[in-house]
């Protein structure tokens, strides 16, 4: 049980150019999210999925498009990187309960864009 | 005015110390607390939830004050290894989305 695994972890862009982040989990988990962790700041919400095939804007959208063709995945896609989008990103899934939902984190991926 | 604020500290304290964390959060919808730890250049995890009854999980004490808009983290017997960051996290509403995340407050444990 590997719970809530992240690829890349490390990755450096230019300017301009385009990834996608993979999140994967294993906990038959309903919602994942992204968010992005910069100094100073507390975790913000990028994207989130309730399911399989939905997806939401969270906090911080711009830049950045997702995707959850499966249940175990939620992408990350940055089409034209920015020196703004330099940040640490951590995807998280929770069960989607009402009141006790507890989410859990992948590994991080640390992203520069120069 | 952010929604969650916490001291970033630094804390610096003796191992054995007892040491208290506040934060306090603005939306009066809130529903739903914790604490996550995070260790440096790793994830967060979840250190505990906070209960309005309060709760207990060994040396960590965590109360809720709803009156005042605050919650709490108290450690006591303070180990080398409590040494992290430590998140406040609120949620508004019923739904995992609206979930906050205070910047965090950092503690160091020295021997």
């Known amino acids: 049980n590997a719970g809530v695994t992240q690829t890349p972890k490390f990755r450096v862009l230019k300017t301009g150019q385009s990834m996608t982040l993979l999140c994967a989990q294993d906990?038959?988990?309903?919602?994942m999210y992204w968010y992005r962790q910069d100094p100073g700041m507390g975790l913000r919400l990028i994207h989130y999925?309730?399911?399989?095939?939905?997806?939401a804007k969270g906090e911080v959208p711009d830049g950045y498009n997702v995707s959850r063709l499966k249940k175990q995945n939620f992408l990350l896609g940055l089409e034209s990187a920015a020196p703004s989008q330099t940040s640490v990103y951590f995807c998280?899934?929770?069960?989607?309960?009402?009141?006790?939902?507890?989410?859990?984190f992948g590994p991080g991926t640390r992203l520069t864009v120069l | 005015r952010k929604e969650v604020e916490q001291d970033p500290g630094p804390f610096n304290v003796p191992e054995g110390a007892t040491v208290a964390f506040n934060c306090t959060y603005s939306?009066?919808?809130?529903?739903?607390f914790f604490w996550y730890r995070q260790d440096c250049r790793k994830e967060p995890k979840l250190l505990m939830s906070?209960?309005?009854s309060g709760n207990e999980d060994g040396r960590f004490t965590a109360q809720l004050n709803r009156a005042s808009q605050y919650i709490s983290l108290l450690i006591r017997d303070s180990k080398l290894s409590d040494s992290a960051t430590y998140l406040c996290?609120?949620?508004?509403?019923?739904?995992?989305?609206?979930?906050?995340f205070g910047a965090g407050t950092r503690l160091f444990v020295k021997a």
């Open positions: 998280a899934s929770s069960p989607g309960l009402i009141n006790t939902d507890t989410q859990y």
């Open positions: 906990m038959n988990h309903e919602y």
């Open positions: 999925s309730v399911g399989e095939g939905t997806t």
């Open positions: 939306n009066s919808a809130s529903q739903s």
């Open positions: 906070v209960y309005s």
């Open positions: 996290v609120v949620r508004v509403g019923t739904g995992g989305f609206k979930t906050i």
